[in-house]
């Protein structure tokens, strides 16, 4: 099969099928090729927090970008996301823990965004009965939720609705360039020309971009969730306090925390002079394994036939959860809440996710190869801010201004000695 298109989008996560959309509204044909399923990967696995609050200042503008674009995302696709505009609540334990929220809810309103702090009386109004120790909180109002598992999935239809094909269980293999210049893809059922490729591939987009030379320092991070039973009204309001948890429509909760596990593979020790200071300010958070990943993804690195059978053979990356983890965080809710007091697990997944060394993404349309158009490294936070990010990539992708300043998300910045380090309000 030979077939042409103005673009094709590699990956249908909920970024590579939001770029599709706002690319098919303007009339332009686009093919997304992916290997899997539509939002096999990060898309559907994450927790569905939808938050602009602690974000890095830089990031702010896509963050509320986005949240202006969910709350109109039911109506413009209709389709029920399950989307919740409940706001987020964080807790802090110190005074050091105060004065850094109280720096981030100024910043956060100079950009125009209302945040809160909060007493531990306040979080009582949004947690009744809780028995979190903190000494108060912070609140964004228009923060949300949604349902991670239905999201991208409306995302596609709206899209093929206005022409985007989906190629599913088609893994693009190789991206073609001529005279410097992005000539199309290679995937399982042929060759499709495009000038324009948009790389949305999450977790293996440092893995692609290889295949043209372009080097981009990428980490997977497995985070785990667990899910309980149906429970009592508790809250609207995803709340992060040592432990995450959303109540979901059906009363059930997602619960997790920032707590992850990193199985090393060869690109660890690549990427290792990128991340390694990153590594040792979050030692606690991130537990190391040597597993057999390192050696199920070795030769893809160095060679385009193994590369090409890691895609297939990965369709979709199905990591183990942390069970461990998951346990104490599901006794610490039910010690937390007493309307949760009964909570049982019900179901466990995880997922890996892309990080970049400032967990910031990258949305650049680069000048060599001429044609690629970059939406990747979401760092956890692609989710809530993919719609937006979509809106962006497809600006890109048709050659349009994009709408926000995109210098924080330039790829250049991982190779121009920029000093790279993720903010934390904590
Ligand atoms: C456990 C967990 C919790 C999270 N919690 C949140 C949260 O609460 N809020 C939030 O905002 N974000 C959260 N995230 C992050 C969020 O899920 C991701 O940032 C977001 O889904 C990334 O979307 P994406 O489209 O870039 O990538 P993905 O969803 O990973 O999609 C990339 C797709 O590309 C495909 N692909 C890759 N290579 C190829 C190829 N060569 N050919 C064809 N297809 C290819 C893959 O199969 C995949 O389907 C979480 C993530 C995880 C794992």
């Not at 893995?207 to 043209?212: H, Y």
């Not at 990428?218 to 039973?229: D, I, K």
């Not at 690549?270 to 050696?295: E, G, I, M, T």
């Not at 193994?306 to 599901?330: H, K, M, S, W």
Request: proline share 5%; glycine share 10%.
């Amino acid at each position: 099969m030979d077939r042409t298109a103005d673009v094709v989008i590699i990956g249908a996560g909920i970024v590579g099928t939001a770029t599709a959309y706002f690319l098919a509204q303007h009339g332009i044909s686009v093919i997304v090729c992916e290997k899997g399923e539509v939002a096999g990967e990060q898309s559907s696995r994450n927790w569905g927090f939808v938050r602009q609050q602690g974000r890095d200042p830089a990031e702010l503008p896509l963050a509320m970008g986005a949240i202006r674009i969910w709350q109109g995302l039911e109506r413009e696709l209709n389709a029920d996301l399950e989307w919740i505009q409940g706001g987020n609540l964080m807790t802090f334990d110190d005074e050091v823990g105060q004065a850094a929220w109280e720096g981030w809810v100024t910043t956060a309103r100079e950009q125009g965004l209302e945040s809160q702090l909060l007493t531990p009386a306040e979080i009582a109004d949004h947690l009744p009965g809780n028995r979190i120790e903190c000494r108060g909180g912070v609140f964004t109002p228009s923060d949300g939720q949604a349902e991670p598992t239905v999201v991208t999935g409306a995302l596609q239809r709206a899209a093929e609705g206005r022409g985007a094909e989906f190629l599913t269980h088609c893994a693009v293999y190789d991206i073609e360039t001529t005279a410097g210049a992005l000539s199309g893809v290679v995937c399982e059922q042929g060759l499709i020309r495009a000038p324009v490729v948009v790389l949305a591939a999450g977790a293996w987009s440092s893995r692609m971009l290889r295949l043209l030379g372009v080097r981009l320092p990428q980490m997977w991070l497995r985070g785990s969730v667990a899910r309980t039973q149906a429970l009592p009204e508790i809250t609207s309001a995803a709340t992060w306090s040592g432990v995450a948890f959303r109540q979901r429509r059906d009363g059930s909760l997602n619960v997790a925390n920032r707590s992850v596990d990193h199985d090393l593979t060869v690109d660890t020790i690549f990427n290792l002079p990128a991340f390694v200071s990153n590594y040792f300010d979050h030692k606690r958070a991130v537990k190391l394994h040597f597993n057999r990943l390192f050696f199920d993804l070795l030769a893809g690195r160095f060679s385009k036939a193994a590369l090409r059978r890691e895609l297939t053979r990965f369709r979709i990356l199905d990591p183990e959860p942390n069970l461990g983890q998951l346990r104490g965080l599901v006794a610490d809710v039910r010690r937390l809440l007493p309307a949760a007091a009964e909570a049982e697990i019900e179901r466990t997944w995880a997922g890996y996710i892309d990080f970049t060394p400032d967990m910031l993404p990258t949305i650049d349309r680069l000048e060599q190869p001429g044609g690629l158009v970059l939406a990747t490294g979401f760092s956890g936070h692609g989710f809530g801010v993919g719609p937006m990010a979509g809106q962006l990539a497809a600006e890109l992708a048709r050659g349009a201004e994009p709408s926000l300043d995109l210098t924080p998300f330039r790829f250049s910045r991982f190779h121009d000695g920029s000093r790279l380090k993720p903010f934390s309000v904590d």
